[in-house]
């Protein structure tokens, strides 16, 4: 879990230092929003997001290299298992 906050703080930290640069004007600031920059996806948030996946997936013991079907699966599996449903 301290991998994940870790992750998590990082991600946080890197966008808002992109979000409120010091020195940006009235103008660029409304320019810099998080729909903006995720649909840049700089390399630095792209990389920042992996970081936080292997985080997420190491706590709970899955491989990094699932595709989205697989982590669906395994999600609605975990749901499934909480509610009795088995």
Known sequence: MKAI???TKELVEQRDTRLNPPGASE??????TLTNIYNQRPAWLDN???????AVFAAYG?????ND??????LLALNLERAGQS
């Open 48 to 54: 920042a997001h992996k970081k936080l996946d292997a």
């Open 62 to 66: 899955w491989p990094v290299d699932l």
């Open 5 to 7: 906050a870790q992750a």
């Open 27 to 32: 103008s660029d600031l409304k320019k810099l």
């Open 69 to 74: 079907d697989d982590i669906l699966a395994r």
